[in-house]
């Protein structure tokens, strides 16, 4: 009989704790009339970014469409006159893409990144898929700093092999010869 | 105005009354399908429905429109005229047992002197629109929701009836306004405490809510009885177990609480304060309990609670019989 | 009230006519409720209420229920509706129904003769008047109608219990054996 006394007392307990949820705050944000904070590393809408000089990271890689588990990324590699790389379109399909952020992890220029922002619904699908010029910002983004062409070996004009930020001069192997 | 007689003007007024408690039924309950989405709200620390509306109280609105224009879908399969015939029941016996219930010394529908049995017999008639409901839709999550209701309410509307009978003594009346008359002095949830305790799990049980809603149980059955209702015969079955709800704390308010009496406050008033306690007392305990196993609920429904009503009366009966006056 | 009691003897015999002539098991137990009730109707225009209220509450609202439950676990269909059909031939139904005739014959005669003149109507009997009755002049009958379900409930008790191991539900929780046996003993 002991268990119908504990149990009555302990459901009575219950709906007092309930009860005081009345005076709880609530939890919901009213998300239209209410901004919804979100944090800075939040993985939303996808960008290109640019590198404190104001070229474009993207170097065409392919990196972060191999990373991709939807495979919703797609571009090509183009070569300007001074050696650079540049995708000449690149396009992510937004309707499939599920923000999980690899494509961030695997570039290597911090030129693709994500963004804390997912009011991007659309009445037509069509209109979901981002071409290169809706993905590319006038800014470094999140790396403020890191230029890659300025630590990379690759020789582009006005840059030669060795001039790179903490790069040896090539090394002639002829010289080494016995 | 001849024809005005105070026969004819006394039908006419009784007619309005019935049609007024009528609307006031049927409109309480849907208010409260939303009233008890604002209150789950509440006390799971968000809002509930708050865009149709200055604050969601066009939500109701919403809802109805939206239920009278679904596709009221019968499914090849089923019973037709059972399907089509439980959603009325289940509305129709709900809103009858409305009849017995005082609301003030003026207002009220029927006198019957059998009051309280009108409304266990309804509560009987009500088990076919689950039952007939389930089985007519042709489909086994149904059937098992309808067996399981059946079952339940059974079990349940044994002790209800036997709950109420010490009430019935102490008045020594079926009538429901000679039970608010004799509480005048002592409300009888002092002297019918457990009589109290179990016509409330027996109400709940009867409505089918929660928590003991295993006829429905959305996570095991999908809704059981009504899965293959749509459109407005679902909306019955769903207006329906809120009907049910008012009247079972309309009951309860009269029975326990002394319907309309009160100081100060005009009896409506009263009747319909009380009545609305125990309307959110339904939501919270919504909002708190998880649902037992069904075995459990028949075992609690057999052993705990019959052995507790039928002790009640006996003791009840012999309180009576040693204080009659010879 | 006469017309309510015409209007609801006309429906329970319509409904039993439905019961007898139906071929769906549950639509015919449908028509047998709807029978039930409407000779509750008639109780209620003759001044019983109580019998009325009771009518519902027992047959149409609890036994019924069970008739119903046990037809839908069956599971019946097509196959027994076809057999209801073949049972509704009038070599079948010929015999009885004549018997039933003679019978109808019979108590229309005595009604006739006996109650001519007599009109419906009634003082209403109150609950208490039923109890006194029970209670008082009854009350013989009432203990032994009283022994007969103990009798049942002691069998329907012992049929009902299961061996220890198969209670495997009960064991599992966190009171053994507690409750059992105290249900049917604490009322009594």
């Known amino acids: ?178 | 105005m001849s024809w005005l007689t105070p026969q004819v003007s006394a039908v006419l007024f009784a007619m309005f009354q019935a049609l007024v408690i009528l609307l006031v039924a049927v409109l309480l309950g849907a208010v409260m399908t939303v009233v008890e989405r604002r209150l789950l709200g509440l006390w799971q620390d968000r809002y509930g429905p708050n865009r149709v509306g200055p604050f969601g109280s066009l939500q109701l609105v919403a809802d109805m429109i939206k239920i009278f224009f679904k596709e009221d879908w019968i499914p090849p399969f089923a019973d037709r005229k059972l399907f089509v015939l439980a959603p009325a029941i289940a509305m129709a016996s709900l809103l009858l047992s409305f009849m017995i219930i005082p609301i003030t010394p003026g207002w009220g529908i029927a006198d019957l002197n059998i009051g309280l049995l009108f409304f266990l017999a309804m509560a009987g008639i009500n088990v076919y629109a689950v039952l007939f409901g389930g089985w007519a839709s042709g489909n086994k999550y149904a059937l098992i929701g309808a067996m399981r209701a059946s079952a339940q309410t059974l079990t349940y509307e044994v002790f209800m009836g036997l709950a109420l009978m010490g009430v019935v003594a102490l008045a020594g009346s079926f009538n429901m306004r000679d039970i608010v008359q004799a509480q005048e002095e002592l409300w009888f949830i002092v002297p019918q405490f457990f009589g109290f305790a179990t016509f409330l799990i027996a109400g709940i049980a009867v409505t089918h809510r929660h928590p003991f809603d295993q006829p429905e149980a959305e996570q095991e059955l999908a809704d059981g009885y009504h899965i293959e209702y749509s459109g407005m015969k679902f909306g019955m079955f769903f207006i329906g177990e809120y009907v049910g709800m008012v009247l079972v704390s309309a009951l309860i308010v009269t029975l326990f609480f002394g319907g309309w009496q009160g100081p100060w406050l005009p009896p409506f008033v009263w009747f319909s304060l009380k009545t609305g306690f125990f309307l959110m007392l339904f939501v919270l305990i919504r909002a708190s309990l998880p649902r037992p196993r069904y075995d459990r609920v028949m075992s609690f429904g057999w052993k705990v609670c019959l052995p507790l009503t039928l002790v009640n009366l006996l003791v009840t009966g012999a309180v009576v019989l040693l204080m009659a006056p010879e | 009230m006469e017309l309510a009691f015409y209007l609801s003897g006309g429906v329970a015999v319509l409904a039993t006519l439905g019961v007898i002539t139906g071929t769906n098991p549950i639509h015919a137990l449908m028509y047998l409720i709807v029978s039930l009730i409407a000779v509750a109707m008639v109780f209620f225009t003759l001044g019983a209420p109580f019998a009325a209220a009771l009518e519902i509450i027992v047959y149409a609202g609890a036994i019924m229920v069970l008739f119903v439950f046990v037809v839908m676990i069956l599971n019946l269909g097509e196959g027994a509706v076809a057999q209801e059909r073949l049972w509704l031939q009038p070599r079948t139904w010929l015999g009885p129904s004549l018997l039933a005739a003679v019978l109808l014959v019979v108590l229309v005669a005595s009604l006739v003769q006996g109650g001519a003149g007599q009109f419906i109507s009634g003082e209403p009997i109150s609950a208490q008047a039923v109890g006194g009755l029970l209670f008082g002049p009854w009350l013989l009958v009432v203990e032994l109608a009283a022994m007969l379900l103990l009798a049942a409930l002691v069998t329907a008790s012992h049929i009902g219990r299961r061996p220890e191991v198969e209670r495997w539900s009960e064991s599992k929780g966190r009171r053994p054996g507690a409750g059992r046996g105290k249900g049917n003993g604490g009322g009594r």
């Open chain 1, 1 to 178: 009989m002991k268990w119908l006394f504990t149990g009555t007392l302990s459901l009575l307990r219950t709906l007092w704790i309930v009860f005081l949820h009345s005076f709880r705050k609530r939890e919901t944000v009213n998300y239209p009339e209410q901004a919804v904070e979100l944090p800075p590393r939040y993985r939303g809408r996808i960008i290109l970014t640019r590198d404190p000089d104001g070229e474009e990271r993207c170097v065409a890689c392919n990196l972060c469409a191999v990373a991709c588990p939807v495979d919703c990324i797609s571009l090509q590699k183009g070569e300007q006159e001074d050696g650079r790389w540049y995708p000449e379109f690149f396009r992510i399909n937004f309707s499939r893409c599920i923000y999980c952020g690899m494509c961030e992890e695997a570039c290597p220029t911090s030129a693709i990144q994500l963004t804390p922002d997912f009011e991007m619904s659309e009445y037509n699908r069509q209109e979901l898929v981002y071409e290169k010029e809706d993905l590319l910002i006038n800014g470094p983004g999140k790396d403020h700093d890191y230029h890659f062409y300025k630590v990379a070996g690759l020789a582009i004009a006005g840059k030669d092999k060795g001039r790179a930020l903490n790069e040896q001069d090539p090394i002639d192997v002829k010289t080494l010869l016995p």
